[in-house]
């Protein structure tokens, strides 16, 4: 059985049984469109313009990410993430402990890729 909104989204008049209605027809459903970003703000469109712009010489990453941070907004934020070093060994230690309590003697069959996964969800999940 199909829908009302179905039939009126496809376009079949619902109301031709030949019989006068005194109803009006069914107001159509307005969609709202998600806005699109301007060209240069995509990720995809800045990652161009990175590629472009890593021909010219700079001393350090940082440097250069702090100097085109406003060019490159989306790409600073995973630069910020991935040029993170963590300061002591106590995350790795973490991750580690974690590893030991997922993988338990009655999940012995667990393989490693599995392992890898839940480790990597519990330790990325947001708490």
């Known amino acids: 059985m199909v829908s009302e909104a179905e039939q009126l989204a496809s376009g079949v008049d619902t109301h031709s049984t030949g019989e006068e209605e005194d109803e009006p027809p069914a107001k159509h459903v307005k969609l709202s469109r998600r806005r699109v970003a301007s060209g240069s703000k995509t990720p995809a469109a800045q990652y161009t313009r990175y590629l472009e712009a890593t021909e010219e010489e700079v001393e350090s990453c940082l440097e250069f990410w702090v100097a085109h941070k406003e060019k490159?907004?989306?790409?600073?934020?995973?630069?910020?993430?991935?040029?993170?070093?963590?300061?002591?060994?106590?995350?790795?230690?973490?991750?580690?402990?974690?590893?030991?309590?997922?993988?338990?003697?009655?999940?012995?069959?667990?393989?490693?890729?599995?392992?890898?996964?839940?480790?990597?969800?519990?330790?990325?999940?947001?708490?």
């Open 72 to 127: 490159f907004p989306s790409l600073v934020l995973v630069a910020k993430k991935v040029l993170a070093i963590p300061a002591s060994s106590a995350p790795v230690e973490r991750i580690f402990s974690r590893g030991g309590i997922i993988m338990r003697p009655h999940r012995s069959r667990l393989g490693d890729e599995i392992l890898s996964n839940l480790v990597f969800l519990k330790c990325n999940s947001s708490k």
